[in-house]
């Protein structure tokens, strides 16, 4: 199994700029995250799923959106991008709730 | 909200010295634990997790003990190593039933010298 793959690893975007960070899981699991991480910082949720169809916003989603059309995949889509959204961006997935998340490899963003 | 609070956020111990990180949390709702290592550059890993029904949980050199009355758990490392030197970090959620929103503090970077 892969576990949890996203892309890319790398991008740099111009303000205004719109990009999708993709994430795909192949460990069959229900829940999938994305995360945020500043430097010197912890991890802050922006999204999150708990199955196919279904979304909910986590502790930071201004500026982003998400979609879940299929257990596998968890895309994030960031429409005007913004200085403010230079981070390096993880996406996790667990079986269900309360159980170990597995975590991407991360996509380090940087916009100029 | 969840909020979680983690100290020290720099630790340098002497190789083969025990190393130990404190975090506090303030849902009393809260109760599930997880702490994650991350090495530099690399994607967060799970090392240890604990439950609000136990008061402690061993594995091998690293132990975490939870005080749900005082609301805190800590991060126990014996006999460190030059391996355990990364950053760790805590966390607090609700667990099976909901989403398990993980609230993470903000790190621990810890060097272990030689």
């Known amino acids: 199994n892969a576990g949890v793959t996203q892309t890319p690893k790398f991008r740099i975007l111009k303000i205004g700029q719109s990009m999708t960070l993709q994430c795909t899981q192949d460990m069959n699991h229900n829940y999938m995250y994305w995360y945020r991480q500043d430097p010197g910082m912890g991890l802050k949720l922006i999204y999150y799923s708990v199955g196919a169809g279904i979304t909910d916003k986590g502790e930071v989603p201004n500026g982003y959106n998400v979609s879940r059309s299929t257990t596998e995949d968890f895309p994030l889509r960031l429409e005007l991008a913004a200085p403010s959204q230079t981070s390096v961006y993880f996406c996790?997935?667990?079986?269900?709730?309360?159980?170990?998340?597995?975590f991407g490899p991360g996509t380090r963003l940087t916009v100029l | 909200g969840e909020n979680v609070e983690q100290h020290p956020s720099t630790l340098s111990v002497q190789e083969g010295d025990s190393a130990v990180i404190k975090c506090t949390y303030s849902?009393?709702?809260?109760?599930?634990f997880p702490w994650y290592k991350q090495e530099l550059g690399k994607r967060p890993q799970l090392i240890i997790d604990?439950?609000?029904?136990?008061g402690e949980k061993k594995d091998q050199r690293i132990a975490v003990t939870l005080n749900k009355t005082a609301k805190h758990f800590s991060l126990h490392i014996t006999e460190t190593q030059p391996e355990d030197s990364a950053v760790y970090f805590c966390a607090a959620s609700l667990s099976a039933g909901t989403a398990s929103k993980l609230t993470f503090g903000t790190g621990t970077r810890l060097q272990v010298t030689l």
């Open positions: 849902d009393s709702a809260s109760n599930y």
């Open positions: 604990i439950r609000s029904n136990v």
């Open positions: 996790a997935s667990s079986y269900q709730g309360g159980l170990e998340q597995f």
